[in-house]
């Protein structure tokens, strides 16, 4: 039975080794194209989602969309820098929940989708995302 | 019966004080294992059962069956997941003895608690403690095999992690429980016997495949104490998960439980639906 979870750690391990490592993510995901389709995509998502809507009442949607596809295209590795505010300064004082923040992260998936965005790079991006949730909740 | 009392008992007191969860990410939620709490299929993990927040709560209910060669498994159970931070559920086994004839019944009473992180966000797992207070209602067969208690309490410590992307761009869950126990195939053949009698720590592990927003696949390992000396096997399953929303989910599993009461090579078909009822 370990053997079995070994072997399949094994293949799991040889699977993702094979991934080109000479690519960017941000090259697979399609660039700079692709990434503005998902930022206006997930800027129509939050539009329509009335519990959402109220965090961007008083935002500057073309300043979010700039800065929102910087962070994508630094995130993902791509040619870009991402001058802005920290996080936590654009967030504090929305008090944003736990249950916003991961309906938020529903929007972003439904952004990918329908910008044709395979699962597997979906996956790849949210991850190296992760690590802005702590500088958003319940601030 | 009972369950279903205090099911509907819970959704009174809930429905008036909370919202409903659905602040997880589908999947991440888990699933109902045998004896009543989240995790897998047989083994319980950090996760709790819902898909409530730290400002949520959650109800959810199940039904298992487990069709072996000379013994039919069928449970039913209910949950109450609260803020993301504790669980509580009942679960009934109704263990028909297909072959031989008759039947064991018995009720499990859960209770977990989530002592740190998030499944999908922290650092390090999700680490949750649990116990399981397992109570048989027929206690023939069990008295008729050696067992020395009609009753017993299991107590684990679970963590669980999901790695997004980890597995070719694939999102890969596992988990790993250590529980303290002295019950005999679940409880349903007792509690120790006149080979061991004490707490032994028995590992379970989890690890499964995200597939797809909506279909997930892996196995599950769960280690057993032969307190009886009826050659009690590990348990082992193979398994698929469709989950259309956070509302429901389907589970088909192979499962291989070894020699049970002496019927060696117990293996079959399991079959699990959950949903989440608010």
């Given at each position: 039975m370990v053997k079995h979870i070994v072997t399949l750690l094994a293949l799991l391990l040889l699977v993702s080794g094979c991934a080109s490592r000479s690519t960017t993510l941000y090259e697979e995901l399609g660039g700079e194209a692709k990434i503005n389709e998902i930022v206006e995509n997930f800027v129509y998502e939050i539009e329509y989602n009335e519990t959402i809507l109220p965090y961007f009442a008083e935002s500057d949607i073309e300043r979010f969309i700039t800065k929102f596809s910087e962070q994508l295209c630094v995130f993902s590795g791509g040619p870009c820098e991402y001058s802005s505010d920290t996080m936590e300064q654009v967030h504090g004082g929305m008090n944003i929940t736990e249950a916003d923040f991961n309906l938020t992260v529903d929007l972003f998936i439904n952004a990918m989708n329908k910008a044709n965005v395979p699962h597997r790079l979906q996956n790849q991006l949210i991850n190296r995302m992760t690590h802005t949730r702590r500088q958003m909740l319940y601030l | 019966?009972?369950?279903?009392?205090?099911?509907?008992?819970?959704?009174?007191?809930?429905?008036?004080?909370?919202?409903?969860?659905?602040?997880?990410?589908?999947?991440?939620?888990?699933?109902?294992?045998?004896?009543?709490?989240?995790?897998?299929?047989i083994v319980p993990w950090a996760t709790l059962s819902g898909y409530d927040t730290q400002d949520e709560v959650s109800v959810n209910a199940f039904i298992t069956q487990v069709n072996l060669e000379d013994y039919r498994l069928n449970v039913i159970g209910a949950n109450v997941s609260l803020y993301d931070r504790a669980e509580f559920s009942?679960?009934?086994?109704?263990?028909?003895?297909?072959?031989?004839?008759?039947?064991?019944?018995?009720?499990?009473?859960?209770?977990?608690?989530?002592?740190?992180?998030?499944?999908?966000?922290?650092?390090?797992?999700?680490?949750?403690?649990?116990?399981?207070?397992?109570?048989?209602?027929?206690?023939?067969v069990a008295q008729l095999v050696g067992s020395k208690d009609n009753s017993g309490t299991d107590y684990y410590l679970a963590a669980t992690k999901v790695h997004l992307g980890a597995a070719a761009g694939y999102n890969l869950v596992w988990n790993l429980t250590g529980r303290l126990t002295k019950a005999n195939q679940l409880g349903l053949?007792?509690?120790?016997?006149?080979?061991?009698?004490?707490?032994?720590?028995?590992?379970?592990?989890?690890?499964?495949?995200?597939?797809?927003?909506?279909?997930?696949?892996?196995?599950?390992?769960?280690?057993?104490?032969?307190?009886?000396?009826?050659?009690?096997?590990?348990?082992?399953?193979?398994?698929?998960?469709?989950?259309p929303s956070k509302r429901v989910n389907f589970t088909l599993a192979w499962a291989d439980l070894g020699s049970i009461a002496g019927a060696t090579g117990q293996k079959g078909f399991y079959l699990s639906v959950g949903g989440q009822l608010w």
């Open positions: - | 019966m009972r369950i279903l009392s205090l099911l509907s008992f819970a959704l009174i007191i809930y429905s008036s004080i909370s919202v409903a969860g659905s602040g997880k990410l589908i999947g991440t939620a888990g699933l109902n294992q045998l004896e009543g709490a989240g995790g897998g299929g009942v679960a009934r086994h109704v263990f028909d003895l297909t072959t031989l004839g008759g039947e064991i019944a018995q009720k499990v009473y859960g209770a977990k608690v989530r002592l740190y992180g998030d499944v999908v966000y922290s650092d390090w797992p999700q680490i949750s403690v649990g116990v399981q207070h397992k109570e048989l209602e027929d206690t023939a053949l007792g509690f120790g016997g006149p080979e061991n009698e004490d707490y032994e720590l028995m590992l379970e592990g989890s690890l499964g495949v995200l597939f797809s927003r909506h279909f997930a696949a892996g196995i599950e390992y769960r280690q057993k104490p032969d307190n009886l000396g009826l050659g009690e096997d590990d348990w082992m399953d193979v398994f698929v998960t469709y989950i």
